[in-house]
């Protein structure tokens, strides 16, 4: 998990990217007009080889982003005219948002027994040298707040959470009387817990940090006024899951659409052989508050990361990118009797440090026969 926050990030092509004007509302007419000028822009970009994926994922981050977030990628796609530029686009939208969540997401720590400190550290920005930080010690608060708010039970699968059932006669009552199953849980941060805490004395970890938050609140526009690397490990931010379905919602494979109805959402599952997910329920569930004094799962939140979820899945990448943040085969691990393939792990790694090259040898002029993808402003 460290070592991929000390990869280099692709930075966004346009040096103006951190300055949004958050007040523009392009009118029904404008907006159309922008999706149909970047729709031209990305017909006319030609790929840099067959696997060039950078119009399939644009247009993809275009239909799923929200609208306000969509808007301004449209924009960035119609002012960028140079083909190199738009690779670097897509470069920067798959290394700032979708690696981070499917390889970090799930790894939150585990709590510690530390006493929490009623006195934190004051962290006025996001820059390199006062990037905030999230503690174990926060942790255990959190997730002892969290077990509070949702019954001492997973949200999704019902199940109790052990410790608290041997611990408290009450939750052993509650579980018997539900007839339930215990197990462990944990509590799941919605935005990585790792995007809050890092090490200050690794430069280049608090530099994509600060890459990373800020292309988040470029395209999810609101997300700064509900969450940052401050605020990351507040029980808004977070759930109570069983310990394999936190594995599996950290990293997009499970996500939560929100219905019209407050805190009712469908369950997304992305993948429907894996026995780990046998015990979660089919179609909606409720979210229930067992004490108002704890803030609820954000909205938000939940909604950001389903988006995140559908742009990875529906693009294809999460299958790309499971093969390039592969951790199974470790240097400890290099059979020294030499049946390891070295080239095919480096070949990996390199592949991970930037998703796209400018200078791939199959070079096409063609089109491809390629077929153009409507945009959600072909909907309106």
């Known amino acids: 998990m460290a070592r991929l926050l000390t990869f280099p990030i692709t930075s966004h092509p346009s040096s103006s990217a951190s300055s949004v004007n958050q007040s523009s509302d392009p009118g029904r007419e404008n907006a159309e ?13 030609v790929p840099v080889c067959s696997t060039d994926k950078v119009t399939q994922v644009l247009n993809v981050f275009v239909n799923y982003l929200p609208k306000d977030g969509a808007l301004i990628l449209l924009q960035d796609i119609v002012d960028l005219t140079n083909d190199k530029d ?15 969540f499917r390889a970090i ?15 934190e550290e004051d962290i006025s920005s996001l820059s390199t ?55 462990s849980t944990e509590a799941a941060h919605i935005i990585p817990f790792a995007l809050g805490k890092f090490d200050e ?67 997304v599952r992305y993948t429907d052989d894996d026995p780990d997910l046998d015990s979660l329920p089919n179609g909606q569930i409720t979210f229930e508050c067992h004490d108002s004094s704890v803030p609820m799962p954000s909205t938000f939140l939940l909604s950001v990361h389903a988006k995140i979820g559908k742009i990875l899945h529906t693009s294809g990448m999460a299958t ?28 990996r790694r390199l592949l ?21 993808q409507k945009g959600p402003w072909e909907k309106v």
């Not at 149909?36 to 970009?45: F, G, I, T, V």
């Not at 039970?153 to 215990?182: H, I, M, P």
């Open 201 to 267: 004395d690794n430069l280049k970890e608090a530099e994509n940090k600060a890459t990373i938050w800020t292309c988040l609140n470029r395209y999810f526009p609101g997300l700064e006024k509900v969450v940052s690397s401050e605020t990351i490990n507040s029980p808004s931010n977070a759930i109570t899951l069983y310990h394999t379905v936190h594995n599996h919602f950290g990293a997009l494979g499970v996500t939560l659409e929100a219905r019209s109805q407050p805190h009712v959402y469908n369950i």
């Open 352 to 372: 991970l440090l930037t998703s796209h090259q400018e200078d791939w040898n199959d070079t096409s002029e063609n089109d491809g026969g390629r077929e153009r």
């Open 105 to 119: 997401g799930g790894k939150t720590p585990a709590p510690t027994r530390a006493t929490l400190s009623e006195t």
């Open 86 to 100: 738009l690779r670097q686009l897509h470069d920067h939208l798959v290394d700032a948002i979708l690696k981070p």
């Open 320 to 347: 790309l990118l499971d093969h390039l943040i592969d951790t199974s085969e470790l240097p400890s691990q290099i059979d020294p009797k030499g049946s390891t393939e070295i080239g095919s792990m480096i070949a």
């Open 33 to 45: 007009d922008l999706g149909r000028k970047a729709s031209e822009r990305l017909w006319n970009y």
């Open 129 to 183: 040298t006062s990037m905030g930080s999230s503690s174990r010690a926060d942790q255990t608060t959190v997730q002892n707040a969290c077990l509070k708010r949702d019954g001492y039970r997973c949200k999704l699968t019902g199940f109790f959470d052990r410790k608290s059932v041997k611990e408290n006669v009450s939750v052993l009552e509650a579980k018997e009387k539900a007839q339930a199953r215990a197990s």
